[in-house]
């Protein structure tokens, strides 16, 4: 099946730096990508979805300019925190789909722990 | 607007017992559910799926039933193994649109 790459799986940084995100579709290309965050014991919340060739689009209450995202080409998509700060520390997680959802599936990478000190 | 919710785990079990992870939702519309299973490690994959109410999913031994009634999509397993030892998501999606509402998850472990 298709598989989706993300990296780095884990990463710790500190107050005030940026972190990059990275997703690659590894056999398929992807013309859209969606980016969720997960807290702790918490739903999986979408933050915004990414387009290849154009901008991202953001969910409510999701700050654009903290969240970067690129979508550059058909294989790759990237968040970037910016300025992260303690309270972006969270589980950021990519997914693609491939047709519809009622018809087939959504695929996930791996996941990204994000731990701000 | 969409939600789901389930049960907070974890779930603990003994090698070979019978699993029920509770699921049930709100949604606007005639929604598709799923579930999906996260691996130590990995990426959430998709179990099984329904699409209809009363419509079976069902894939590796694991089944869930679309109940319209009482809108739920109660996961369940005769035997688990340890190897089903994971984080068990809910979700549901509603009128032909790509976003997923999922729930919490919950962890089971199996243990010999």
């Known amino acids: 099946g298709a598989v989706v790459s993300q990296h780095p799986s884990w990463v710790i940084c500190k107050s005030g730096t940026s972190v990059k995100i990275e997703c690659r579709s590894l056999?398929?290309?992807?013309?859209?990508m969606f980016w969720y965050r997960q807290f702790p014991k918490q739903s999986l919340m979408l933050m915004a979805t990414?387009?290849?060739?154009?901008?991202?689009?953001?969910e409510q209450g999701v700050e654009k300019d903290k969240f970067l995202i690129n979508h550059a080409s058909l294989t790759l998509s990237t968040l970037t925190v910016t300025s992260a700060h303690p309270e972006d520390s969270s589980f950021y997680i990519c997914?693609?789909?491939?047709?519809?959802?009622?018809?087939?599936?959504?695929?996930f990478g791996q996941g990204t722990r994000l731990t701000v000190v | 607007g969409n939600s789901v919710t389930q049960m907070e785990g974890p779930v603990t079990l003994s090698e070979e017992a019978f699993l029920t992870i509770n699921c049930t939702y709100t949604?606007?519309?005639?929604?598709?559910l799923f579930w999906y299973v996260q691996y130590p490690g990995e990426g959430l994959q998709l179990l099984l799926k329904?699409?209809?109410?009363?419509d079976k999913g069902s894939n590796k031994g694991f089944e869930a039933t679309y109940r319209k009634e009482t809108t739920s999509f109660h996961l369940e397993k005769g035997s688990v193994q340890v190897s089903d030892s994971a984080v068990y998501f809910c979700?549901?999606?509603?009128?032909?649109?790509?976003?997923?509402?999922f729930g919490t998850g919950t962890q089971l472990k199996v243990e010999l």
């Open positions: 979700a549901l999606v509603t009128g032909g649109g790509n976003k997923l509402t």
């Open positions: 997914s693609t789909l491939i047709g519809t959802v009622q018809n087939t599936e959504a695929f």
């Open positions: 329904a699409t209809k109410a009363d």
């Open positions: 949604a606007t519309g005639y929604p598709s």
């Open positions: 056999d398929f290309q992807a013309t859209t």
């Open positions: 990414s387009n290849e060739g154009s901008k991202a689009t953001y």
